[in-house]
């Protein structure tokens, strides 16, 4: 119908995806800070394969590339053309990384 829909992220201290969307940083933090909303306190978003799989195009070969280096070395820069469709999309914002939400 044509309605404006906008994807908003939203997220706690322990902040991969709104790294990931802002600066295309997928990679662990030093430490999970634990928060009341203990299912987000994660490092690995299951579903980031999945996105990055649907936004490459559903290059399983790419995809996969970047899953093993991210699984070697723990830290991922996206690729710009990659990074570019992530942040399309979701809005995400950074509030007080010191409040326990």
Avoid: C
Wanted: proline share 5%; no cysteine; net charge neutral.
């Amino acid at each position: 119908m044509g309605l404006p829909i906008r994807l908003v992220g939203a997220v706690n201290r322990n902040d991969i995806i709104h790294r990931t969307v802002q600066q295309g940083d997928f990679s662990l933090s030093e430490a999970v800070n634990p928060t009341l909303a203990s299912a987000m306190d994660i490092q690995v978003p299951y579903n980031m394969e999945r996105i990055f799989w649907l936004l490459s195009g559903s290059d399983s070969q790419v995809t996969r590339a970047l899953m093993e280096q991210f699984e070697r070395t723990q830290s991922l820069n996206l690729p710009r053309d990659l990074h570019s469709k992530v942040s399309h999309y979701p809005h995400t914002t950074e509030k007080g990384k010191s409040a326990a939400t």
